[in-house]
């Protein structure tokens, strides 16, 4: 029993690993935790996240897209999902081909004619938005 209590102690008394390089650096002084902006690279220590980018970036939409999506800076990912709520709240996707939207007076202005398909959407979205 003292064994296994000692190997347990001992595994906690282990130092734990410095994390890799960071924006940001935890520093202890005599007066107690700093941080150090010192221009390093990678995932910010007090998010824990590297910056978005891809999907997940946020984007600023267009006065067109706005109307539907909103002003505010949103995720690409987050601003289909709202295109789609206003898809399905308005029931404009067409009965017979699911797969194809009936662009109402909103839509219109951002797809440009009366009907897309769901895979055109992306395309013409990707005109209203800025990084």
Do not use: C, Y
């Amino acid at each position: 029993m003292a064994k296994v209590l000692r190997k347990q102690v001992a595994r906690l008394a282990k130092p734990a690993q410095a994390p890799a390089r960071l924006d940001r650096f935890v520093v202890s002084s005599a007066n107690g935790v700093k941080i150090d902006d010192s221009g390093a690279t990678g995932p910010n220590l007090l998010t824990g996240l590297a910056p978005a980018r891809g999907i997940h970036a946020a984007v600023t939409p267009s006065p067109e897209l706005s109307a539907i999506v909103g002003s505010a800076p949103l995720p690409r990912s987050q601003v289909i999902s709202k295109v789609w709520e206003h898809i399905k709240k308005n029931n404009l996707q067409n009965p017979a081909n699911k797969r194809e939207i009936l662009a109402d007076d909103k839509l219109k202005k951002i797809f440009g004619r009366d009907r897309a398909t769901m895979f055109e959407m992306n395309k013409h979205i990707s005109k209203h938005v800025k990084a």
